[in-house]
């Protein structure tokens, strides 16, 4: 019997590691890095299908109701989650961040993201960054052109509540 029990303790252990969210996962608070200020709230997870996303939850002066005007005649994007013009898909609530793939815990890659202010589409990589003494978890979230060429931006760890908030 007590070696049931043991079996099963260590199965029950096991498996809640094999469950456990990456630590990539959560609400998030982007920062234009020019002025320093929130610029907008995001949700990442990661999807039944393994890769993640993220969605905009809030952007700064904007309402739930606004579109994504600043992709105005954009084709469809490759692999895009939402079926539709890019122009018509509201700019809260869609998922800007699509196809992600697991490196290893807190790093993803080969997927893509959106910047939905003007449209354009890049290649995406994000890397989870643990808290420090004086700084809150971070996650950077780099968009490229190709060949290394492009701009990161580091988002900071935040509740459902603030990112869900519009400033």
């Known amino acids: 019997m007590k070696r049931i029990i043991t079996v099963f303790t260590i199965l029950l252990l ?10 990539a996962e ?13 610029t907008g709230g995001w949700y990442i997870h990661v999807n039944d299908d393994g890769m993640m996303y993220g969605e905009m ?12 005007y600043g992709a105005k005649g954009k084709k469809p994007y490759k692999n895009f989650p939402v079926a539709g013009k890019p122009e ?13 793939k697991k490196v290893k815990d807190g790093a ?5 993201i959106v910047d939905p202010g003007d449209g354009n589409l890049y290649k995406c990589k994000v ?6 003494e004086n700084k809150p978890a971070w ?20 509740s459902k509540t603030e990112a869900s908030n519009t400033w």
């Open 14 to 23: 096991f498996s809640g590691a094999v469950f456990a969210s990456d630590p």
């Open 88 to 100: 018509d898909m509201p700019l809260v609530g869609t998922p800007w961040i699509f196809c992600m």
């Open 26 to 38: 959560g609400y998030w608070i982007s920062w234009d890095e020019k002025n320093n200020k929130a």
């Open 139 to 158: 996650l950077e979230v780099r968009g490229e052109i190709g060949l290394g060429i492009g701009r990161s931006q580091h988002w900071r760890q935040s």
């Open 57 to 68: 939850l809030s952007a700064t002066g904007f309402t739930s109701q606004t579109k994504a």
């Open 108 to 112: 993803w890659t080969d997927g893509n």
């Open 127 to 132: 890397t989870y960054h643990g808290a420090s």
